[in-house]
């Protein structure tokens, strides 16, 4: 069974940084996506970036695209998810997830991705 720990939200104003951390087990899949998405109150929840095991190919959302890099340790068994110039429409719960085995491209969609952390709060304060 997969297990995902999100840690590192917190509360910053607008401009800074975050780097929010992903450990994860219990992956026997020799090809799979681990991805971020995020709700906000009263909001859907969204696609932020996603990296590939193994080769490490990323996928990000607009919205984020020169702000955000997803990474990974593979020693650790952890992705990162560093935010840059951090907005307010960024403050949101910040979601880690993990699919199974994958073909294709990553996906920005929730469904392929059947494991998901807890959650941990990222708040922008202006």
């Known amino acids: 069974q997969v297990q995902l720990v999100e840690s590192g939200g917190g509360l910053v104003q607008v401009g800074e940084s975050l780097r929010l951390s992903c450990a994860a087990s219990?992956?026997?899949?020799?090809?799979?996506?681990m991805g971020w998405f995020r709700q906000a109150p009263g909001k859907e929840r969204e696609f932020v970036a996603a990296?590939?095991?193994?080769?490490?190919?990323?996928r990000y959302a607009d919205s984020v695209k020169g702000r955000f890099t997803i990474s990974r340790d593979n020693a650790k068994n952890t992705m990162y998810l560093q935010m840059n110039s951090l907005k307010p429409e960024d403050t949101a719960v910040y979601y880690c997830?993990?699919?199974?085995?994958?073909?294709?491209?990553?996906?920005?969609?929730?469904?392929?991705?059947?494991?998901w952390g807890q959650g941990t709060q990222v708040t922008v304060s202006s």
């Open positions: 997830a993990s699919s199974g085995t994958v073909w294709g491209v990553i996906s920005a969609e929730g469904a392929p991705y059947a494991y």
């Open positions: 219990g992956h026997t899949f020799t090809r799979y996506d």
């Open positions: 990296i590939r095991w193994p080769g490490g190919a990323t």
